[in-house]
């Protein structure tokens, strides 16, 4: 049997009525809420799936999680399916009230609020498929790093200023950075608290900072104090060489005697050392500082003695990417817009009369 | 914050609600006027109150539970004096000036003194955040008092409470009103959260409740145009609207760890 034109015109009518329909909003924004609110409780009791979901994006974040727990997980895709389902909602019925503006112009505040509503969604969507969130990074100064997955950018940590406030609590962290294009420095910013670097989706911040050991300051009995770090090299009085070849702020020697790191922060330090001695022998061989001086370098005359460790502060910076960031922007004014022009369409429609019955 | 004038202010709106009472038992308006001035006085006192900690910290104060129970008590007293004079109704008083004394007699046991502000909050978006939040809880709080009204008023039929139309009238005001100025909250939050954390949307449960929140409100401005939800439904949702408020504000904070600590 044949459509007649006019019969496939009233089902897309109806169609069309359907996806501007006020009904179907409100079930699908119920569905979505009701998805949400079970589910955060199976977030908060399940910190170990959800975990992650702040420190990626959900592209990233949700195959992962699926793969360890659908049945805990199976909420999240299907609320978000829900939301896009009642922002396409939205969006019809805007387009829907659009083709009728020239008698609703004074309705503006409303449409910029489902605006808002459909550009944040948008917005959201495209930052969690396209974007993403990395760190804390640790940068000292005057290094570099490269920007995750964008090969052209590379970020300078120029100078970190940590600022305490008397009793030693962290009032801010003030990093001088430069961002750099393929080579060419693109921007140079103070990134502090709450004043981050926004550039091309880019957002860095500063999350902490640390201290790392960078050597150790020795008394030695000819030359009075002096500091050795890693790659440090010192001619001795009676013509010997000594140089630091390694530092491990945490060492422990393995059952064959090898030497191994155990972890950042200071504990049981150890320098290899190497000595060049006149007769153009070398000695090589471990000092952890906490045993004593190596037979080696006591015959050597060589009576180092540790003071004091020498650290170096790092910066720990934040880089996340958000393309969606400047459209959620417009999102955030259209919806801030419409709610202040909708404040007075209120009174107004109320003063006519004018709502619609569903 | 002095204890005394704490104190004086909770005498007052307790006085207040007492004379709503007497009015609704009396039947005389006289005790209605009284009650009104003496929330006037409350909001006077309170506001002096809040201005001299606003003062004193160098930041709007709203960082803890007694600072956020005291300051949704004064705007919560405010938007009541907003619809009293508005639209004279009297009685209506004794149902928020109980839920007032509700948030104030929560705050009023507790430490008031003002901490550091973390440098993280040191931020107009976070006030403007707080300030947008509390109003727009304040505002869900009437709706919830004018909800209650409402079905107590389909009982009572009396001529004492303001008219069913006139209840759904307000509840529906209440509730735009409230949705504007959380939209605003949400906005002013995203912003801080992307210039504090590098995301202005994360799936943390405060955020995710305030999403809810806002979803059902949303909602609910809709939910208006449905004719046969126009009354009971609609003095219900405010109700259980209000509920989803207050686990967002306290149940979160109190039963489950958040990013947004209460105390
Ligand atoms: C999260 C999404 C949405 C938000 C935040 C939102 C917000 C609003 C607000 C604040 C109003 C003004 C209410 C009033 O005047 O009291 C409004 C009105 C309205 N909205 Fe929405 N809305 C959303 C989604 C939708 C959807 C999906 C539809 C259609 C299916 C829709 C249809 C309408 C209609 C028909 C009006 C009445 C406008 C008039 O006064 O003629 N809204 N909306």
Redesign the interface.
Same mark, same amino acid.
């Given at each position: 049997m044949e459509t007649s034109p006019q019969t496939a015109k009233t089902v897309l009518l109806r169609l069309w009525e359907f996806l501007c329909s006020?009904?179907v $909003? =409100?079930v699908l $924004?119920?569905a979505?809420?009701l998805l +949400?609110?079970g589910g955060?409780l199976v977030?908060?009791y399940n910190p170990r799936i959800?975990g992650g979901?702040?420190q990626e994006i959900m592209s990233e974040w949700l195959p992962g999680a699926w793969s360890q727990a659908p049945q805990l997980v199976f909420w999240v895709p299907l609320s978000g399916l829900c939301v896009i389902l009642f922002a396409i909602n939205t969006l019809c019925c805007l387009i829907d009230w659009l083709g009728k503006i020239s008698t609703r112009w004074r309705k503006t505040g409303e449409y910029l =609020?489902h605006t808002g509503?459909i550009l944040l969604t948008i917005a959201?969507l495209w930052g969690n498929l396209a974007g993403f @969130?990395s760190g804390p990074h640790s940068i000292f100064p005057g290094t570099e790093i490269k920007i995750p997955h964008m090969p052209e950018y590379t970020l300078r940590l120029e100078s970190f200023t940590p600022q305490l %406030?008397p009793q030693g609590r962290?009032?801010?962290m003030v990093n001088q950075v430069s961002l750099r294009q393929n080579g060419k420095t693109v921007r140079q910013a103070e990134v502090r608290?709450?004043?981050?670097l926004i550039h091309d989706g880019l +957002?860095?911040?500063p999350t902490s900072f640390g201290q790392a050991l960078q050597g150790f300051r020795f008394h030695l009995p000819e030359q009075g104090m002096i500091n050795l770090a890693k790659g440090s090299r010192l001619t001795l009085a009676n013509g010997q060489i000594l140089r630091i070849r390694q530092l491990l702020p945490d060492a422990r020697r393995s059952g064959r005697g090898q030497v191994q790191q155990v972890g950042d922060r200071l504990g049981n330090p150890a320098m290899q050392i190497v000595v060049q001695k006149t007769d153009n022998s070398t000695w090589q061989g471990w000092y952890f500082l906490r045993e004593g001086l190596p037979t080696e370098l006591s015959e050597a005359g060589i009576l180092l003695r540790p003071i004091e460790p020498i650290f170096k502060t790092y910066s720990l910076l934040? +880089? %996340?990417r958000?393309p969606g960031?400047k459209l959620?922007?417009v999102g955030?004014l259209c919806?801030?817009i419409g709610? +202040?022009l $909708?404040?007075f369409s209120?009174y107004r429609k @109320?003063a006519r009369g004018d @709502?619609?019955?569903? | 914050m002095s204890k005394p004038l704490l104190l004086l202010l909770f005498a007052l709106y307790l006085t207040a609600t007492i004379g709503y009472l007497a009015h609704l038992i009396c039947r005389r308006t006289l005790f209605a006027k009284i009650a009104l001035g003496l929330i006037f006085s409350g909001v006077l006192l309170q506001t002096g109150l809040l201005a001299q900690r606003w003062w004193v910290a160098g930041y709007m104060p709203v960082t803890n539970l007694f600072a956020t129970l005291f300051f949704f008590s004064w705007a919560l007293a405010l938007i009541y004096l907003y619809f009293e004079l508005r639209y004279r109704i009297r009685a209506t008083g004794l149902f928020v000036m109980l839920l007032n004394l509700v948030l104030l007699g929560g705050a009023v046991p507790r430490d008031s003194t003002i901490s550091a502000l973390i440098p993280s909050l040191d931020t107009p978006l976070f006030s403007l955040h707080i300030l947008f939040s509390f109003t727009g809880y304040a505002f869900f709080a009437m709706a919830f008092s004018i909800g209650a009204l409402y079905l107590v008023q389909t009982r009572l039929q009396t001529e004492m409470l303001p008219d069913l139309s006139t209840l759904r009238r307000i509840n529906e005001e209440a509730i735009f009103l409230g949705f504007g100025l959380f939209t605003l909250c949400m906005v002013a939050g995203s912003l801080w959260a992307h210039i504090a954390w590098g995301h202005w949307f994360s799936w943390n449960i405060k955020s995710v409740w305030s999403i809810l929140v806002w979803i059902f409100y949303a909602g609910m401005c809709h939910a208006k145009f449905i004719r046969r939800w126009q009354g009971s439904v609609y003095a219900w949702l405010s109700i259980v609207g209000f509920g989803i408020v207050l686990f967002t504000y306290l149940g979160i904070g109190l039963l489950l760890e958040s990013n947004h600590p209460l105390e």
């Open positions: 006020l009904k $909003a =409100i $924004a119920s979505a809420a +949400i609110m955060s977030m908060h959800f979901m702040e =609020i509503f959201y @969130r %406030n962290p009032l801010d608290i709450n004043h981050p +957002i860095i911040l934040t +880089i %996340n958000d960031d959620a922007l955030s919806l801030s709610v +202040i $909708a404040f209120f @109320r @709502r619609p019955d569903v | -």
